[in-house]
């Protein structure tokens, strides 16, 4: 199965640690997505890229967020002085282009912080 | 955006019908109605998608009113494996989805 893969699939870390996470999309797609769930709400835009550019960031994604795509395939997504509200799952998705295409999502990485 | 309305939660009995109801009265021309499920501890899966046309796949049946302000998910003979939360979402250009907090499907042995 080559569908979109993420990794790690937990990570517990101390407030005040930066952490990354690391997604593998569906290999054809150029369009990458991050968002963010917490307990009992629907996943939350963080950001896209079509191919290597980042195309539009959502208001959630503080100075301590980054997300790269470096050479338009993998994508990190990196939270530096993790604090308590970052404790969430975190998705990303793939697609082509177009809006009759769907999203295709991994399970997420979920994060806690002690 | 515009926003999509559901019911929190719903049940039905295995092997039945469920009709997933869903209304989008500020719906524009060009958004299409996308339905996505996620199933507990697993990402959102990918479901059926339309435009105007009812759709047939697979895993469901997408009926779309004719003035498109509302649609119903269906699945035709509901399984254990069906329990999750769907998620009604209108999706222009295929950017960013913005989904609600859906409806938790509770099926019923």
């Known amino acids: 199965d080559t569908g979109v893969s993420q990794n790690p699939r937990h990570k517990i870390t101390k407030r005040g640690q930066n952490v990354t996470f690391r997604c593998d999309p569906i290999s054809e797609h150029n369009r990458l997505y991050w968002y963010r769930q917490t307990l009992g709400q629907g996943p939350e835009f963080l950001t896209y890229?079509?191919?290597?550019?980042?195309?539009?960031k959502s208001r959630l994604l503080s100075d301590r967020f980054s997300a790269e795509r470096p050479k338009g395939s993998f994508s990190t997504l990196e939270i530096q002085r993790t604090e308590q509200g970052d404790s969430a799952m975190y998705l990303c998705a793939s697609s082509d282009p177009g809006g009759d295409q769907p999203q295709h999502f991994g399970d997420g990485t979920r994060l806690s912080i002690l | 955006d515009a926003k999509t309305t559901q019911p929190n939660s719903m049940e039905s009995n295995e092997e039945e019908p469920v009709h997933l109801p869903c209304n989008h009265s500020?719906?524009?021309?060009?958004?299409?109605i996308h339905w996505y499920r996620q199933l507990p501890s697993q990402g959102p899966e990918y479901v059926i998608h339309?435009?105007?046309s009812n759709v047939n796949n697979r895993m469901a049946s997408l009926a779309i009113a004719e003035d498109r302000k509302s649609s119903t998910l269906i699945l035709h003979r509901a399984t254990l494996r069906d329990a999750a939360v769907y998620y009604c979402?209108?999706?222009?250009?295929?950017?960013?989805?913005?989904f609600g907090t859906g409806t938790r499907l509770t099926i019923i042995p």
């Open positions: 500020t719906i524009s021309g060009t958004d299409y």
């Open positions: 339309g435009l105007t």
């Open positions: 979402i209108l999706n222009f250009g295929n950017e960013k989805l913005t």
């Open positions: 890229f079509q191919n290597e550019a980042q195309l539009e």
